[in-house]
Structures are given as C-alpha cells and as structure tokens.
C-alpha cells in the first residue's frame, strides 16, 4: 500500500539520520513506500530544505533514476560555539580541580548528548574528505572515537597500553610521552586497520602530544596516512609539541589550584575562522 | 513564520530520536514552529502511527496543554533475530579464532551500525524500567555501553583496572577472576555515581561472571542498586557462575580451534519468550 507523504517524511528522517554519508538510492525509497520516484523526488527536497533550515546537515542529493540521497552531518559555527561556551562553565568549576594540576571531566565524556555534539563538531571538519577509520588509545578517548565515527560512519579502532589475547596478533610501537618524558608502548590488532587507510586520530586530552606522537607513528606502520588530529581538550604545554596541526575544542590551563577554560583552535580549524 | 506540516514533521522526527526518553512540550514545539498546539498534536500523532508501523520505537503523548511526547526507542522481535542471526554467521568465520580459545571480535564492536543495533535491543529491556546511569568495565565494554547509555539517555561510566589520576578519588574493590581464580581490583571515581541509583551492568563479554561480579560490588559500595546485566557475548563455562540472571545476545562457545556461535538468551530475557 502507498505510503502516504507525512508517513514517508518521518520514516525518511529517521532513515538517513542512521545512516550518515551512505548513498540511499531512490528505488529503495520508492519501494519502501510503494510511491513514484518523482514523489520520492520532492520528499527529499524538504528534507534538503528543512536540515539546512535547522542546521542538521547537509543532504546531498544524487539525480537521475540511479540517483538517491546521502545525509551529511554538521553543526553551525554558531550551535558549536555556544556548546563549547557551555562546556567552558561547566569545566571551569572549581570542585573539577584535581592534585596534579588535573581537571576532572570523566561526567562530560560519560554523556549522551555532549558526546553527541563534540562528535557532531569534530566530524564537520571532514565532511568533505575522506576517512577510512578513526583511532584512539584506550581509555577516555574511546567514547570520543566512537561519536566522531558515528557522525562519519566509520570503523573506529582502539589502541591499547596492554596486550590482550583477545586482539590477536598486534603491532606496537614505543614512543616518548611528551610530558613525563618516559618510553611506553601502545599496541594494535594487526587486523584492524587495513593498508593505504585515511586515519582520523581522536583523543579527549593532549598535553605533550607524545600519545598522539605514538598513534601516528602507529598510522605509518599500518602503511597508511594521517587525516587528521581531534582533541576534546588541549593543556598547557611550555615546550615544543610534537604534533603542530590539530584540533583543539578547549584548552584547559591549571595553576595554584585554579583552572582556566577557554576555546581550543576549533575556529580557525573547523570553520576557517581567521580572526582568531 | 509558521512552519509548513512537512518541515515540522521532518525536524520534529530529528528533534525527538535526539533525545530518547526525554518529555518534550508541545508550548516548545508550538513555539518553535510558530504553530497551534492542536497541528502539533496533529502531527505528533503521525509520528507515532509511523514509529509504530516501522518499529522505531514507541512515541509516549502525554495530552492535555502541559502535555508533549516523550520518544522510547526499541526494536522488534523480528528485527533483533535479523541482527543476531548476522551476527552468527560474521562470528563463525574460521578465522576469528584466536590462541586459547577466543574469538576475534574488535572490529565489530569498533563499528557504528553494529553499535546501534546492539545499543536498541540491550536498551529494549529496560524501556519501561527505570535506569539511572550504566556502568562498564574498561576497555572492550565501553563502546556497547555508550550505545545502550544513548538510547536510554543516561550517563555511563567507566570502571577501571589501573586507578587514574584524573578519575579523582576513587572507590575499589577485589573481586576472583570466575575462569582464572586469581585477585583483581577495580576501581571507580567516587563523584560518578550518586547513592540509590538503578545500576545498569554492561560489558562485552562474559565467561565466569567474575569481572561482572565484581562491577555489582562496586554498585553496592555506591549504595545504589543493580537494575540488570546485559552482555554482548557469554561464552562457555562449566562451573557455577557468580552472576544468575544477566541478558546475552550470543554464545559463543570454542573447541578445537572450532568456533560455535548460538544466540544468547535474549529471547527470554527481552522479548518474553518462553518456548527457548
């Protein structure tokens, strides 16, 4: 039976919001609601109109009968920086203050919808280019990985300190940590990343940059290349990093037991901001 | 300017799978479209025949003027088997089989759709029950626990082997590995679960029930209570478990370099059924 046009908008919705970056022909929609490609056609002109409206995203659409629609997801200058200027207030709380000159933000990278948005962020600096996978190092850049790989609808990889006999036979290397200046190990599951991969790293903290440091030489011995660097929050670093290009949606300062929050490079980096 | 039906129906439909469980006005919606109560009614009512019909979930109105719609995603049945039946036969490939008698699975935990899937129908037992926060265990749990934690629209945390100087203070406790027999300990922050919570426990995979074990020691050290068990995999084991009731997916079960993979219980656990 013909679905009726109000029916065929919301299960449309729904559809390719679960399925970023994926071609959805017009003949599979046509035979899902039993209804003439022309109609499919104009449904998917208010989709277009309603995600641009609403900054959803983009949908590109593909014409022709072989045609169809793929949802490509981003966020507005506006809509990420009024997110960041709340993450800003609400890390900047005095009790977050941890000996070491740490800040605790375990709550924030534990919540559906900040992780929602800082993945929604993150990925609209590759809406536009191609990533094969994203990676991250266990532990606290996992959920970060996995919203950024959403929203790219990507594989992400995790990296791991530990060997486990559940990852079967792994890669690893050495690299210096770029703060304690000490030698550790990270390791990945050889099968995990296939060769000649665009690999998008992503992290919730840099502070040296000796982690990421380690992730790309990693990238290197899966023979692939570096996308890019995502960081939920860089920190204060008097020396010279070992990763110069990344994104940054905060940069946390602590000193005396007070910490300073204010916007990362997410500007200039995701939105070509050259003000700032 | 009033919004037409067919740009509301797509952006409300956006709007609300956004943020599952969560009661929305319909003063917000009116005030958002520039539009009566009564078309938002209206539509609302399109929403839940089309959420119905497709099986995205149950779109609960709550009438009257203070009213809104509150969207609680689920799967069917029928849609739940399709995915474990994928499942079964990805998991069985030969050369998953990993030395000791595990089974490759990283990369299916590392994949978006798989996620979500696994997220809908872990998250489908509880649709009715109330769940204050999930808790994993580092490292291969977290992805899963995201998931579920995301069509519940609660917070998940992440409990960990080495303690963290950025987790603040934390509270740990020993627990006997069920297969290996021997001590270990995890550890918890102290501020990321508040006393009287429902607990929900999530992880990958369980073999003794030993690490679960342990994750509801820590709930009770939180005076919080435990809401349920959910896992991606059991795997075989011949002993009696420390955990009685808990939800799998799949079974998972190897012998002599040969892999078998049945569904878990699931069917009675969350759809009810009572002939398996």
Redesign the interface.
Known sequence: MKVR???R???M??YL???PHQLVSLTFFAARYESAKSSISEDLT??K???Q??G?GLLETVPGAAGGARFIPYILREEAEQFVDEMISELSEADRY???G?V????IL????A??QIGRILATQYLNQNVDVVVTV???G??LA??V??YL??????V?HDS?????STVSVNYVSGSTKRIERMAL?K??VKPNSRVLIVDD?MKGGGTVGGLRSLVDEFDSQLAGVAVFAEGDFAGQRTVSKYTSLLKIQTADEQIRVTPGNYLTQIFGDETK
Chains 1, 2 share one sequence.
Do not use: C, H
Request: overall charge positive; glycine content about 6%.
């Open positions: 046009r109000s029916d908008l919301v299960d919705t729904r919001l679960e399925r208010i989709l109109r309603t995600f409206a609403r959803t941890l000996p070491g740490y605790y933000m375990s709550d534990g919540r559906p919808a992780l929602r266990a532990t606290k996992i959920p996995q919203s790989a959403n609808n990507v594989p992400f990889v995790i791991r486990q006999i559940t990852e079967g599951s099968r995990s903290y």
